[in-house]
C-alpha cells in the first residue's frame, strides 16, 4: 500500500484512500496522482493509499483493521459502489457506533453513478457539471477545512442478509438497469437512459411482489406479518425503487423534494397494468435527466 506521509510536525491529517481502478471511465488513478495527490500534498495532509483489485476488498479492509483511529477520514475515488463497500465494511465491525461516527467520508466522483455527491452538492448550491462539479470535490475533500455533511442510513433486512443503504434500494428495472448497464462505463453517458433504450426496446420484465406501507419509523421483522393497518399491495410490477436522497447521478434530481435531514424514504413503484407500453417505459428512463419522469402517470409515489 503506497504511503504519503510529511514529517510530524508538518503533517495536519492522515487519510485512507481507496481508489477504483476500473469505476466509470477506469480514471481514477489518473485523477489521483494528476488532481488528488497534488492537493494533499499542498495542504500537507497525509494518506494511506489502497487500489482496489476485487469486489469487496475494500469492505473487507475497513472490517478487518484495527488502526482506523489513526486516520482522520476516508476518502473514495469512484462512484457509489464503493462508497456502499466501504460503509457496509464499516457496519459489520464490533466498534462501528464508535468508528461511524468519527470517520468521515470524502468522496472524488470518478464513478459511473455519483449520486450521493450529487445530493450533497444540490443542498449546498455547489455545481453538478463536470468539470467544476469535479474541480469542487477534490478542493473540498482535500481541504483541512472541510465540514463533514450528516446523511441518514438505511438498513436493510433481507432473508438473507442484512445490509446498509444510504442512496436507494431497487427490484426489478432501475435495478436491472443498474446491474446490467456495467457494459456501459466507460462510455461517457447516462446509464439509465442508454440501457433503457437498449433493453426495452424489446421486452421488459415483470415481477410479482407484495408492497407493504406505512408511515411508521418502526419496521416488523421481514419474518413476522405486517398488521392489518398497512397497505399491501401485491401486483406484477415492473419496478419498486426506495430512495433517500434527492439525486441518483449528477444528471438531475430523481426526487426533487428529498432534503438531508427530512427522516424519510420516498417509495416509487410502477405497476405492469399501468403501464400502456414498452415505449412509455423508454419516455420514463429518459425523462429522468429532465425530471419530467414524475409526470408520468403510471409512477407511483408515497
Known sequence: ????????????????????????????????????????????????????????HAKSIVRERDDLTKFNGILILSGDGLIYEVLNGLRGRCDSNI??????????????????????????????KNPKFMKRAVEISCSPAAQAQPINLIDVQTDKENITAFLSIGWGIMADIDIESERWRRMNCIKAQCQGEDINTSSYTSYGFREDARYVQTIPDIQNEVSKDWITIE????????VALSHISNTGPFMSQARLDDDRIYLTYILKKDVPSRLDIIKFLNSIGSQKHQDMPFLKVI
Open 1 to 56: 500500500m503506497p504511503l504519503y506521509s510529511d514529517s510530524e510536525d508538518s503533517a495536519i491529517g492522515n487519510l485512507l484512500i481507496f481508489v477504483n481502478p476500473n469505476s466509470g471511465s477506469g480514471k481514477g488513478v489518473q485523477i489521483f496522482n494528476s488532481k488528488v495527490a497534488v492537493e494533499l500534498k499542498r495542504n500537507k495532509i497525509s494518506y494511506e493509499l489502497v487500489i482496489t483489485t476485487s469486489l469487496n
Open 235 to 242: 401486483d406484477e410490477f415492473i419496478g419498486v425503487y426506495a
Open 99 to 128: 468508528i461511524l461516527p468519527s470517520l468521515p467520508i470524502g468522496i472524488v466522483p470518478s464513478g459511473s453513478g455519483n449520486g450521493l455527491l450529487s445530493s450533497l452538492f444540490a443542498n449546498k448550491g455547489e455545481p453538478l
